[in-house]
């Protein structure tokens, strides 16, 4: 957690995102006599004094919605400053849960889908907390010199919804174009997400995301114009600019020692922690990680894992 000289008080709070089979949130309004009254935000309240964010998810859930917490994981931990106040935030993902929620503190509820969350007059805090909603565990980087006919054979093994980065830097642009235009179609019906790492005009045209080197988003005066932005990060003030360039999420690494960067220490996970949590967008683990990872991003800060051979090989 960062440290500052702000005097304004620091408050903690535990809040989650309980989200249905179809996909739709629950939004709780705040009630009158509260701060920020009439204002939607996702459930929850403080963590008390030696009570873990989990204990303080449960227990408020419980006292707000009557429901009890069966699972859920760490989503994104933001750090939101208002006027006299700053807040933590630390949201999770709820997947699990007994009893139905219902209003214990005057409170209006609302379940809603993602798409629909911005016709809520929301708290600040809402929005970031819906771009790792959007986004799933896993971000495919296609092998460097892989043929058409192996991606479009390798599509059915990937992760459900992963996101496939189409990174092939010796193929030429015309050629790179023809063939993210040819791919386009299989990877939509296979239930992935194409993102593309050349002219941003490409991927619009395309409507895939666009994923950008570090010195590709370093030259952005502002958000391009494209359906989802990534970008390349090694450090948390590379995590901080992509954030204020409205990101969609970062790929932080090397995690672990790779033989493509032998020669450069690691972040390891207490590293790639203290870059990624609260740093106010979604990261992605790259760098000797996998699907088999998933846990271990989630309670470091991180949106899951990206990678190359975890995903391609047998």
Not at 60 to 78: C, N, S
Not at 102 to 128: H, I, K, M
Not at 281 to 290: S, T
Request: negative net charge.
């Amino acid at each position: 957690m960062a440290v500052t000289d702000d005097p304004r008080p620091l408050l903690q709070v535990a809040c989650g995102v309980l989200q249905r089979a179809d996909g739709a949130v629950l939004l709780a309004q705040r009630p009158p006599g509260k701060i920020a009254a009439g204002f939607w935000e996702f459930p929850g309240g403080k963590i008390e004094p030696g009570e873990s964010a989990a204990a303080a998810l449960a227990r408020e859930l419980h006292e707000e919605l009557g429901v009890t917490l069966r699972a859920a994981r760490p989503l994104i931990r933001l750090r939101h400053a208002y006027s006299n106040r700053i807040v933590v935030l630390d949201t999770w993902l709820v997947s699990a849960f007994d009893g139905e929620p219902e209003s214990r503190e005057n409170q209006a509820l609302a379940w809603t889908a993602l798409d629909a969350v911005g016709g809520y007059d929301t708290l600040p805090t809402v929005a970031p907390i819906l771009k790792p909603l959007r986004l799933p565990p896993d971000y495919v980087f296609t092998p460097p010199m892989m043929e058409a006919a192996a991606i479009r054979a390798g599509l059915s093994r990937m992760p459900k919804h992963a996101l496939l980065r189409l990174r092939l830097p010796a193929l030429g642009d015309a050629a790179y174009a023809a063939l993210a235009s040819s791919l386009a179609k299989s990877v939509a019906d296979h239930g992935l997400r194409l993102v593309l790492d050349r002219d941003p005009a490409l991927s619009r045209e395309l409507g895939c995301g666009w994923h950008a080197p570090v010195a590709a988003w370093r030259s952005l005066a502002a958000r391009p114009d494209v359906v989802a932005f990534f970008g390349s990060a090694h450090t948390r003030e590379e995590l901080l600019a992509l954030n204020a360039l409205d990101a969609d999420a970062a790929v932080l690494g090397h995690v672990q020692p790779t033989n493509s960067h032998a020669n450069e220490a690691p972040l390891g996970w207490t590293g790639f922690a203290e870059a990624a949590l609260e740093a106010g967008l979604p990261v992605y683990a790259i760098g000797g990680v996998g699907p088999r990872d998933h846990e271990r991003a989630w309670n470091n800060g991180g949106q899951g894992c990206a990678g190359i051979n975890a995903y391609w090989l047998p």
